[in-house]
């Protein structure tokens, strides 16, 4: 096909350029006819230019005046400087004076208008996404992707790490009820699984002394999808040998460090906060806590402040060995309504209700517990809280876990409530210190809260070989997340690399020789020659692009993605595959539901 | 863990650092007592460094004398000036007088030795691949591996190109008989597929306006693996709007440049050599010749020469429109060896033989042929070939397409033979307008060559209505490889744009358009939105590496390859899985074979 071909982008042209003969090549975005003059907005990926089609050009005018938007043309002409300049765009200084214009290509009428506005579902957005990825918001959100991309790989580059993929056809682990299988055609029968992360391959990089590995890869759950979640994700994912926590923690806030100094200019301030897994808990009743809130709403246990009251609810949980607890919110209106909203919200925490003490600006104290609690304990929680006139508190009592996850969802619910968050900040912290193990009460014994490779700390290796539910569920693990905004973008730990240390683990989990070999095979035996001391991460990119871009949900920082049942709607899969196609792969779908 | 960390890496210290005081971590390579004295070669990702510890250290060298091979320690010391410098390794003029030795991990004695000269079995190897990637060479490759990643993406950043990951869970084509498939557990009878390469999502993304795309992926095919391919490959993916087919040679080229400059320090010489299909076949009797091969053996067709002759081979074969043609070995003995095993080579081919002229150094020309031709066609022959004495020529006869591609082998074969590649030299060369149909004689019908986007040159557009065999078979393609000794490194196109070229496409293979519209569905509604002129190009990785570590196999350039049964040896996959796992996805395997 031979056509004029650009000597500049759409976004490209200034006043600087008065009067050169440019040729442009894009898509008709849209056309005003003022009065015999024909507007035409030019859009390609860099930008938008105008171009301006005087009716004394007979030719190029009766050519534009059949345009369509989303046409495809080449057009050549002088640049000039506007009359009317558009502030809202680079190019809003100048507009093209068309000499010629050809039509590259046609288009039907697209299901909906191409602008920033859009007014269209998300499924027909979905279906036609290539229309869709037209908008420039949705360009520059792959734009900012992109620019990550480069960021990441510059950066690791720098601190020496080598970049190596690891397979995508892999084998699947008997944990893996969530693997995407892969029938074999060589071997019937038998099945690959895509990785739900590069894991063990990443820990064999490092027994195969590559010190420092780094890939961003794709990952694969076939779980039933959450809000905002992917069947396909990418992970930025690291290992390094030879290190401790601090370490991996100064890598990865160097890239954090690095992205957003050159995506926002924002210098992010390193080291980042920490904080152990039991603060979090104890602070924030979460292990993501978003410190975005303002006020510092934090959860205090008054548990002491009101031993001896004449409450019986607290009493019974006090003795029971529960706790009581709270936070304050400062300086809002509180209205009945309010109460009430958040009482059917607490309920569907599994609580009957909560207290609450409202200090009045006027000194009074307004409480449905007044009448149970003396005012040297109403003093005393005031004190507690650090309340002010005009605070209210929110107080919940049962067991010591549940009160306080619950308070972290109160907390939360407050800050959307009432507006609470200052969306202008990025709060990074490192949570530290999780538990290595947990007592399933019903299975009667210990499990992993992490990958069994997890390293326990070394001064709770003493309690490797208790069995008392106490001591091991006080054993915490070389384990940490990222957690920014509230979001968990990171995960990882410095793994087990002694055999011994290894057996203890699955000791304690009651998993036998022979099922330990059967289920992670091939891994023991490499650990048993020479591994190193290593440790890394698998960083989630989705919900980082998605922060940096202020986007509520991943979707629209992938270029192709699902929907919440897996699916494509543009290219509709899955989908239907023929007979012959089962057949030499030796499988057939079931006939039973 | 708590243990020394290094300060240092092993292949990082030299004389400048005499008398600090330094700390090494890695693996025990190498242990030697020299009559008391205990040397260790200390080894990591970066290099190796010698130990020197000394027996009046009792504590150090008590527990030097139990380190095996592979154990990981710390040791901590002093860096001293060796008295016998080791020119082989960069840190051969300083060793380490140890003063603590910690043992961070002991090892199993290795299979096999992990040392340069490996003498272990392929398959051993792959088992333990963590073992033999601690090999130098091995590790070295995935180096310049992860070298080559980074000058990639810094070269498409520099030059605009947006990295974009496109999905690895797409929809099944009708044509992917080989396509991986993925059963969907939440669409219970449906699969995904793995990509055999990106190339809808690349077209759809110029559609979508992002104009310059680039993407280095996993692209899989489940086919009967020949030699030195794997089921997963990787790809260097790019697209580009509003281009020529110079456009994408410019920037494919560019990057090659920058490869080579950094890798090997050599400036190859761009624009690359170019060459049409139909000239390299009638050349050098292959689409993917090989340019390094020494006295630049070119087919010559000598059918006009012999014309006349009273040999009735060569006379059946013109009258029936055949060739007769040859190739020259220049200045090579020739024996009757030689000539026998030649034969054979060509009669695996599909000949009854090859007749051949030895022009000796006495003038006399030795050939079964001598009887059948005059002199002065021997002598024209000889002029044809331009051959002088001690040069032999080979000549087959036929039918046109299978003398030249006869001759193409026999070529490659007389190459490996007498060893006519200069393998210093990196020879690239662009293959440009290949065919775009073929007619079956089979099914009576023409084929696409290629994937059906890929366009025709504008001037054979006027053959796109014709049916006849001849006129459709010259229609030529825009549509190139990159070929590099010998090997198809790359293959693109520009593709086609127009809905109305792409119905002549249909119409010309009998494709229906209900039969269209089943198979590329949403692909053809896409194209009729605006699509721009755009093409690209998919470039093989893992073959570049190869040739860039000097690599026969792209094995080595992986750093979990499988096996040419699709199995991967570590981890023993492809594997079974367990009923449930299949009940879930809602599939069986066939009882039946």
Same sequence: chains 1, 2.
Avoid at 143 to 171: A, D, G
Avoid at 272 to 284: C, G, S
Avoid at 324 to 337: N, P, T
Wanted: proline fraction near 3%; hydrophobic fraction near 35%.
């Amino acid at each position: 096909m031979i056509y004029k071909k650009r000597t500049h982008t759409c976004g490209e042209l200034r006043l600087a350029d008065e009067n050169k003969n440019i040729t442009l090549n894009g898509w008709v975005s849209k056309k005003r006819d003022l009065g015999g003059l024909l507007f035409i907005d030019l859009r390609d990926r860099y930008g938008i230019t105008q171009l301006n089609i005087h009716p004394s050009k007979k030719d190029v005018y009766d050519k534009a005046e059949k345009l369509g938007n989303e046409f495809v043309i080449s057009v050549t002409g002088k640049v000039i400087k506007r009359e009317s300049i558009n502030k809202n765009i680079a190019t809003g200084d100048i507009e093209i004076d068309v000499d010629v214009l050809e039509v590259l290509n046609e288009s039907l009428v697209p299901p909906f208008v191409i602008e920033e506005d859009v007014k269209a579902s998300d499924e027909l957005r979905l279906k036609y996404r290539y229309l869709d990825l037209r908008r420039k918001s949705v360009t520059d959100n792959l734009i900012v992707r992109s620019r990550v991309y480069n960021i990441i790989h510059r950066y690791f580059e720098k601190h020496n790490f080598l970049e190596i993929e690891t397979p995508i056809l892999m084998k699947s682990t008997p944990e893996g009820a969530r693997d995407y299988l892969v029938p074999s055609r060589v071997h019937k029968g038998k099945f690959y699984a895509l990785p739900q992360s590069p894991q063990i391959y990443k820990q064999i990089l490092m027994l195969s002394g590559i010190d420092r590995y780094v890939q961003i890869c794709k990952c694969f759950r076939d779980e039933d999808l959450r809000a905002d979640r992917q069947p396909e994700h990418t992970q930025i994912d690291l290992e390094m040998s030879f290190v401790t926590q601090d370490d991996v923690f100064e890598i990865i806030e160097g890239m954090f460090h690095a992205i957003w100094k050159e995506i926002k200019n924002i210098d992010l301030t390193i080291p980042f906060k920490r904080m152990t897994y039991d603060e979090a808990l104890q602070t924030y009743g979460i292990d993501k806590p978003d410190l975005r809130i303002k006020g510092d709403v934090k959860i205090e246990n008054i548990t002491e402040v009101v031993k001896g009251s004449e409450f019986k609810v607290f009493n019974d949980v006090i003795e029971s060995g529960g706790m009581v607890a709270g936070i304050k919110l400062s300086g809002q209106e509180v209205s009945r309504k309010t109460i009430d909203g958040l009482t059917e919200f607490i309920k569907k925490l599994g609580f009957g209700g909560f207290g609450y003490l409202k200090y009045n600006a006027d000194g009074t104290v307004q409480s449905p517990m007044t009448k149970f609690l003396s005012e040297e304990i109403i003093a005393n929680i005031k004190k507690a809280f650090n309340a002010n006139d005009s605070d209210t508190v929110f107080i919940l009592s049962g067991e010591k876990k549940k009160v306080l996850l619950a308070l972290g969802q109160l907390r939360l619910k407050l800050a959307e409530d009432f507006k609470l968050r200052d969306e202008t900040k990025f709060e990074f912290v490192w949570i530290t210190d999780f538990p290595l193990f947990h007592y399933d009460e019903e299975a009667k014994k210990f499990e992993s809260e992490h990958n069994i490779f997890t390293s326990p700390k070394d001064e709770y290796l003493k309690f490797m070989d208790s069995r008392d539910v106490k001591e091991v569920e006080s054993i915490r693990a070389n384990c940490y997340d990222i957690v920014l905004n509230g979001f968990e973008l990171a995960s990882g730990s410095i793994r087990i690399n002694k055999p011994e240390v290894q057996k203890k683990v699955f000791d304690m989990i009651g998993m036998s020789d022979d099922e330990a070999k059967m289920k992670f095979g091939f891994m023991l035996d490499a650990y048993t020659y020479g591994a190193p001391p290593h440790g890394g991460a698998g960083i989630g990119l989705d919900r980082i692009i998605a922060i940096l871009c202020g986007l509520k949900s991943i979707t629209d920082t992938i270029a192709f993605p699902k929907t919440l049942k897996a699916s494509s709607l543009m290219d509709e899969c899955p989908s239907e595959v023929s007979k012959e196609q089962l057949d030499e792969l030796g499988i057939e779908i079931s006939k039973k539901e």
